[in-house]
């Protein structure tokens, strides 16, 4: 008996007798239940991309991670993906089959901060096993070949995958000087590079803010004139998943998402996946209270910092961010930049380092956000400060409530 068969899951978890019923109700959970049991069924009738692969159950004890971690990973998967808990025996499943699925690993002009995102851990965690996983043919940063050798394994999986392999790009594009990065034996620019191997790829997905949006290369006065992968990549499926560096999570979700369904997810208007880009930090932030009462830190070290009070007076650009940092966190979700008593520099956004990147609100920048005096005045202005803020979107929920109260005093 395989460790993750049906009879093996239904061990493992107990599956309510009908499908949870959300926003989106009963009758697609149901249709979308059923799509993702074909397409497994479909992937564990392929064989594995590497012939000699070992057994998930194997891969679980050679990094000593135990079923009740492999479990709690499942769990957190399933509510990454927004998902029902009835499909946690699905996502199980999914991360036995994650070898049928080809992955070639590209870097441009980059810091290779991603990659080392993906190694950085003080312990083996799920997340790295199921990227070790993976059959990644191609990874500049990681693999052991060089030279003939390493030339060889690219051409070799773009030939026996043409039309399969996910191509993930990490770094941006210098498209105002292509010279500025050129690569392998037979030289081609990053821009050539990136458009050959998206030519035969499944989907592209551009992994940090380099790849997305140009990231810090692209800050002024851009001598490179780097860009991110969706300005040179066209007709092609493209996810991308932003910040400095990302988190594992997010790309091991996107992952997940295509071999459940064989689909992308849903994106928004950047290209992002909505299950981690479709919220902002500030609806999220631990210190979230605080700015509702307007309690801030005024100076680093003051009483404010001390009792961990809202950093948007010294800079923090969480309310102009769409990321779950403050959901799934950094260092195997130990901590994240705001709790740290550091603001949010807005790394998931484009242009983050010319806008974002400063220890000052954006009202005392020459960058505002629209409505009226920009959100600064919802901390020095207590009455109209606060239309400001209903204006743009901030604090909202704390204006609901006030009306709500007076509606109750005036029965």
Known sequence: MQFFSREHMKNIFTKPTNYVDTNKGEKYYKSLYEKMRKRLDELKAMKPVREHDIKFEKALDMWELSRRDFLKWVSATTALLMLPPTFEPLVAEAAEVMNRIPIIWINIQDCDGNSEALLRSSAPTVDELILDYLSVEYHETLMAAAGDQAEKCLEDAVRDFKGKYLLFVEGSIPVGMPEAFTIGRHPETGV????????????????????????????????????????????????????????????????????????????????????????????????????????????????????????????????????????????????????????????????????????????????????????????????????????????????????????EETK
Request: glycine share 12%.
């Open 192 to 407: 050539e590079r990136v458009q050959r191997l998206a030519k035969d790829a499944a989907a592209v997905i551009a992994v940090g803010s380099c790849a997305t949006f140009g990231g810090i290369p692209a800050a002024y006065p851009n001598p490179t004139g780097a860009v991110g992968v969706m300005d040179v990549v066209k007709g092609k499926p493209i996810v991308n998943i932003p910040a400095c560096p990302h988190n594992p999570a997010n790309s091991v979700g996107v992952i997940m998402h295509y071999i459940l369904t064989g689909e992308l997810p849903e994106l928004d208007s950047l290209l992002r996946p909505k299950f981690a880009f479709g919220y902002r930090i500030h609806d999220n932030c631990e210190r979230r209270a605080h700015f509702d009462a307007g309690e801030y830190v005024e100076e680093w070290g003051d009483e404010g910092a001390k009792n961990n009070f809202c950093l948007y007076k010294m800079g923090c650009k969480g309310p102009f961010t769409f990321n779950n940092c403050s959901i799934i966190r950094y260092n195997d979700g130990t901590n994240w930049p705001i709790g740290v008593g550091r603001g949010c520099i807005g790394c998931a956004e484009p242009d983050f380092w010319d806008k974002y990147a400063t220890e000052r609100p954006l009202a005392n920048s020459d960058i505002h956000p629209p409505g009226l005096w920009g959100v600064e005045a919802t901390v020095d202005k207590v009455g109209l400060g606060i239309l400001t803020a209903t204006a743009i979107g901030i604090g909202i929920h704390a204006v609901a409530s006030a009306v709500a109260g007076k509606k």
